[in-house]
Protein backbone atom coordinates (compact mmCIF):
# COMPACT_ATOMS: atom_id res chain seq x y z
CA UNK A 1 0.00 0.00 0.00
CA UNK A 2 1.68 2.91 -1.13
CA UNK A 3 -1.04 5.61 -1.28
CA UNK A 4 -0.85 5.75 -5.29
CA UNK A 5 -0.82 2.46 -6.93
CA UNK A 6 -2.59 1.03 -4.00
CA UNK A 7 -4.03 3.53 -1.94
CA UNK A 8 -6.49 1.71 0.63
CA UNK A 9 -6.25 -1.47 2.27
CA UNK A 10 -7.52 -4.21 -0.06
CA UNK A 11 -10.65 -4.75 2.27
CA UNK A 12 -11.32 -1.28 3.36
CA UNK A 13 -11.53 -0.68 -0.34
CA UNK A 14 -13.77 -3.31 -0.80
CA UNK A 15 -16.06 -2.47 1.73
CA UNK A 16 -16.47 1.20 1.10
CA UNK A 17 -16.80 0.29 -3.03
CA UNK A 18 -13.28 2.33 -3.55
CA UNK A 19 -12.77 -0.13 -6.62
CA UNK A 20 -13.49 -0.26 -10.23
CA UNK A 21 -17.34 -1.71 -9.96
CA UNK A 22 -17.44 -4.37 -12.48
CA UNK A 23 -18.82 -8.20 -12.11
CA UNK A 24 -16.25 -10.29 -10.02
CA UNK A 25 -16.36 -14.30 -10.57
CA UNK A 26 -14.18 -15.52 -7.76
CA UNK A 27 -13.72 -19.13 -6.68
CA UNK A 28 -11.98 -21.72 -4.90
CA UNK A 29 -11.46 -25.41 -4.96
CA UNK A 30 -13.12 -27.69 -2.61
CA UNK A 31 -9.28 -29.37 -1.20
CA UNK A 32 -6.97 -26.43 -1.59
CA UNK A 33 -4.72 -27.62 0.53
CA UNK A 34 -4.51 -30.89 -0.06
CA UNK A 35 -1.43 -30.91 -3.08
CA UNK A 36 0.61 -27.86 -0.71
CA UNK A 37 0.55 -29.85 2.41
CA UNK A 38 1.38 -33.37 -0.25
CA UNK A 39 4.53 -31.28 -0.91
CA UNK A 40 5.42 -29.72 2.32
CA UNK A 41 5.76 -33.63 3.92
CA UNK A 42 4.93 -36.95 2.25
CA UNK A 43 6.43 -35.92 -0.96
CA UNK A 44 9.40 -33.96 0.94
CA UNK A 45 10.07 -37.47 2.28
CA UNK A 46 8.84 -37.08 5.29
CA UNK A 47 5.31 -37.64 6.13
CA UNK A 48 3.29 -35.48 8.88
CA UNK A 49 3.07 -37.45 11.69
CA UNK A 50 0.76 -37.09 15.21
CA UNK A 51 3.39 -35.56 17.15
CA UNK A 52 3.83 -33.13 14.36
CA UNK A 53 0.89 -31.90 13.50
CA UNK A 54 0.13 -29.49 16.64
CA UNK A 55 3.63 -28.06 15.57
CA UNK A 56 2.39 -27.33 11.96
CA UNK A 57 -1.15 -25.75 13.29
CA UNK A 58 1.26 -23.92 15.79
CA UNK A 59 2.90 -22.22 13.25
CA UNK A 60 -0.07 -21.44 11.27
CA UNK A 61 -1.43 -19.66 13.88
CA UNK A 62 1.69 -17.68 14.44
CA UNK A 63 1.81 -16.91 11.09
CA UNK A 64 -1.94 -15.59 11.66
CA UNK A 65 -1.41 -13.74 14.95
CA UNK A 66 1.21 -11.79 13.16
CA UNK A 67 -0.72 -10.57 10.48
CA UNK A 68 -4.13 -9.98 12.58
CA UNK A 69 -2.84 -9.63 16.02
CA UNK A 70 -4.30 -12.58 17.76
CA UNK A 71 -3.03 -14.46 20.78
CA UNK A 72 -1.30 -17.00 19.10
CA UNK A 73 -1.54 -20.09 21.95
CA UNK A 74 -4.86 -19.13 22.33
CA UNK A 75 -5.89 -19.85 18.55
CA UNK A 76 -3.88 -23.04 18.03
CA UNK A 77 -5.51 -24.57 21.28
CA UNK A 78 -8.91 -23.41 19.08
CA UNK A 79 -7.71 -24.97 15.78
CA UNK A 80 -6.54 -27.95 17.11
CA UNK A 81 -10.18 -28.56 19.16
CA UNK A 82 -12.28 -27.51 15.73
CA UNK A 83 -9.99 -30.18 13.64
CA UNK A 84 -8.89 -33.15 16.08
CA UNK A 85 -6.65 -35.66 14.43
CA UNK A 86 -9.36 -37.96 15.04
CA UNK A 87 -11.84 -37.18 12.29
CA UNK A 88 -9.04 -37.25 9.33
CA UNK A 89 -7.72 -40.35 7.92
CA UNK A 90 -3.96 -39.02 8.42
CA UNK A 91 -2.25 -35.89 10.36
CA UNK A 92 -1.44 -34.58 6.72
CA UNK A 93 -5.42 -34.65 5.72
CA UNK A 94 -6.04 -32.96 8.86
CA UNK A 95 -3.41 -29.84 8.21
CA UNK A 96 -4.33 -29.94 4.84
CA UNK A 97 -7.85 -29.27 5.65
CA UNK A 98 -6.48 -26.84 8.19
CA UNK A 99 -4.41 -24.80 5.94
CA UNK A 100 -7.01 -25.07 2.95
CA UNK A 101 -10.02 -23.48 4.92
CA UNK A 102 -8.29 -20.97 6.30
CA UNK A 103 -5.90 -19.70 3.26
CA UNK A 104 -8.46 -20.38 1.23
CA UNK A 105 -11.94 -21.47 1.37
CA UNK A 106 -13.21 -18.75 3.96
CA UNK A 107 -11.12 -15.76 3.38
CA UNK A 108 -12.84 -16.32 -0.75
CA UNK A 109 -16.35 -16.45 1.13
CA UNK A 110 -15.64 -13.29 2.81
CA UNK A 111 -14.39 -11.67 0.17
CA UNK A 112 -17.15 -12.54 -2.16
CA UNK A 113 -19.89 -11.02 0.24
CA UNK A 114 -18.10 -8.19 0.45
CA UNK A 115 -17.96 -7.46 -3.17
CA UNK A 116 -21.61 -8.87 -3.40
CA UNK A 117 -22.91 -5.51 -1.47
CA UNK A 118 -21.30 -3.56 -4.40
CA UNK A 119 -21.42 -5.62 -7.89
CA UNK A 120 -22.59 -8.79 -9.04
CA UNK A 121 -21.26 -11.57 -7.61
CA UNK A 122 -20.81 -14.90 -8.95
CA UNK A 123 -19.22 -17.91 -6.36
CA UNK A 124 -18.25 -21.04 -7.05
CA UNK A 125 -16.62 -24.35 -6.08
CA UNK A 126 -14.53 -26.59 -7.95
CA UNK A 127 -15.96 -29.90 -6.32
CA UNK A 128 -14.37 -32.73 -8.75
CA UNK A 129 -12.88 -35.11 -6.08
CA UNK A 130 -11.89 -37.12 -9.18
CA UNK A 131 -9.51 -34.57 -11.32
CA UNK A 132 -6.59 -36.05 -12.67
CA UNK A 133 -3.51 -35.46 -10.88
CA UNK A 134 -0.80 -37.48 -13.32
CA UNK A 135 2.23 -35.29 -12.13
CA UNK A 136 2.39 -36.43 -8.83
CA UNK A 137 2.48 -39.59 -6.74
CA UNK A 138 -0.16 -40.65 -4.61
CA UNK A 139 0.68 -39.90 -1.30
CA UNK A 140 -1.10 -40.37 2.67
CA UNK A 141 -3.40 -37.32 1.37
CA UNK A 142 -5.84 -37.70 -0.96
CA UNK A 143 -5.92 -34.80 -3.53
CA UNK A 144 -9.33 -34.58 -4.20
CA UNK A 145 -10.15 -31.33 -5.98
CA UNK A 146 -6.59 -29.96 -5.36
CA UNK A 147 -5.08 -26.41 -5.84
CA UNK A 148 -4.66 -26.40 -9.78
CA UNK A 149 -6.29 -28.89 -10.62
CA UNK A 150 -9.40 -26.96 -12.21
CA UNK A 151 -7.03 -25.70 -14.84
CA UNK A 152 -7.10 -28.66 -17.32
CA UNK A 153 -11.18 -28.45 -17.05
CA UNK A 154 -10.11 -24.92 -18.81
CA UNK A 155 -7.26 -25.29 -20.66
CA UNK A 156 -5.88 -27.85 -23.22
CA UNK A 157 -2.72 -29.63 -22.59
CA UNK A 158 -0.06 -29.31 -24.49
CA UNK A 159 0.25 -32.00 -27.01
CA UNK A 160 3.35 -33.74 -25.71
CA UNK A 161 1.54 -34.24 -22.27
CA UNK A 162 -2.31 -34.75 -23.22
CA UNK A 163 -2.26 -38.17 -22.98
CA UNK A 164 -1.08 -38.05 -19.15
CA UNK A 165 -4.52 -36.06 -19.01
CA UNK A 166 -7.51 -38.07 -19.68
CA UNK A 167 -10.80 -36.76 -18.56
CA UNK A 168 -13.86 -39.18 -18.16
CA UNK A 169 -17.23 -38.55 -20.58
CA UNK A 170 -18.62 -36.76 -17.66
CA UNK A 171 -15.57 -34.99 -16.75
CA UNK A 172 -15.38 -33.97 -20.38
CA UNK A 173 -19.51 -32.56 -20.24
CA UNK A 174 -18.26 -30.77 -17.04
CA UNK A 175 -14.98 -28.90 -18.42
CA UNK A 176 -17.16 -27.73 -21.33
CA UNK A 177 -19.64 -26.37 -19.81
CA UNK A 178 -16.72 -24.60 -17.41
CA UNK A 179 -15.31 -22.75 -20.41
CA UNK A 180 -18.85 -21.86 -21.32
CA UNK A 181 -19.45 -20.60 -17.97
CA UNK A 182 -15.80 -18.59 -17.77
CA UNK A 183 -16.65 -17.04 -21.61
CA UNK A 184 -20.19 -15.74 -21.02
CA UNK A 185 -18.75 -13.95 -18.02
CA UNK A 186 -15.59 -12.42 -20.56
CA UNK A 187 -17.75 -11.88 -22.62
CA UNK A 188 -20.74 -9.91 -21.15
CA UNK A 189 -20.62 -10.09 -16.98
CA UNK A 190 -22.59 -13.02 -16.58
CA UNK A 191 -21.56 -16.66 -16.81
CA UNK A 192 -24.88 -17.84 -17.76
CA UNK A 193 -27.72 -16.52 -20.32
CA UNK A 194 -31.06 -17.48 -21.03
CA UNK A 195 -29.83 -19.02 -24.26
CA UNK A 196 -27.48 -21.88 -22.63
CA UNK A 197 -28.20 -25.14 -21.64
CA UNK A 198 -25.47 -25.24 -19.29
CA UNK A 199 -27.44 -25.52 -15.81
CA UNK A 200 -27.97 -21.47 -14.24
CA UNK A 201 -25.39 -19.99 -12.31
CA UNK A 202 -27.11 -17.88 -9.98
CA UNK A 203 -25.55 -14.38 -8.12
CA UNK A 204 -24.24 -14.78 -5.02
CA UNK A 205 -25.12 -12.76 -2.05
CA UNK A 206 -25.32 -12.40 1.94
CA UNK A 207 -29.06 -13.67 1.69
CA UNK A 208 -28.73 -16.57 -1.03
CA UNK A 209 -25.33 -17.36 0.11
CA UNK A 210 -25.63 -19.20 -3.49
CA UNK A 211 -22.23 -21.14 -4.22
CA UNK A 212 -22.72 -23.31 -7.36
CA UNK A 213 -20.72 -26.70 -7.11
CA UNK A 214 -18.68 -27.39 -10.45
CA UNK A 215 -18.90 -31.44 -10.03
CA UNK A 216 -19.82 -33.89 -12.22
CA UNK A 217 -22.23 -35.24 -13.45
CA UNK A 218 -23.43 -31.46 -13.65
CA UNK A 219 -22.65 -28.30 -11.63
CA UNK A 220 -24.99 -27.75 -8.67
CA UNK A 221 -25.91 -25.50 -5.57
CA UNK A 222 -23.34 -26.32 -2.74
CA UNK A 223 -25.40 -25.86 0.27
CA UNK A 224 -23.20 -26.80 2.92
CA UNK A 225 -20.06 -24.42 1.81
CA UNK A 226 -19.77 -22.79 5.10
CA UNK A 227 -19.89 -25.86 7.28
CA UNK A 228 -17.86 -27.87 5.56
CA UNK A 229 -15.30 -25.27 5.33
CA UNK A 230 -15.80 -24.17 8.98
CA UNK A 231 -16.14 -20.69 8.17
CA UNK A 232 -18.05 -19.90 11.12
CA UNK A 233 -14.67 -20.79 13.35
CA UNK A 234 -12.59 -19.15 10.63
CA UNK A 235 -14.92 -15.71 10.42
CA UNK A 236 -14.57 -15.45 14.40
CA UNK A 237 -11.09 -16.44 15.23
CA UNK A 238 -9.89 -14.36 11.95
CA UNK A 239 -11.91 -11.31 13.14
CA UNK A 240 -10.51 -11.44 16.97
CA UNK A 241 -13.40 -13.23 18.19
Known sequence: MDGDLVPYQP?????FGLFNRVPVMIGVNRDEGTILSALAFDLAGEPLTADGYPEQVEQLAAMLAS??????????????????????????????TVSGDASFA???????????????????????????????????????????SELLYLFTPDESQVDQFTLTQE??????????????????????SPWSRDPYFRRYSLLTNYVHALTTPAPTRQRTF????HCSFWTQLLMGG
Open 67 to 96: QLGLDAQLATQRILAEYPLSDYESPGQAFA
Open 226 to 229: LEDH
Open 106 to 148: CPTVITAQIFSLTVPTYFYEFADRNAPMPLVPPTSIPYGAAHA
Open 11 to 15: LLALA
Open 171 to 192: QQRLATTMRGYWTRFATAGAPS
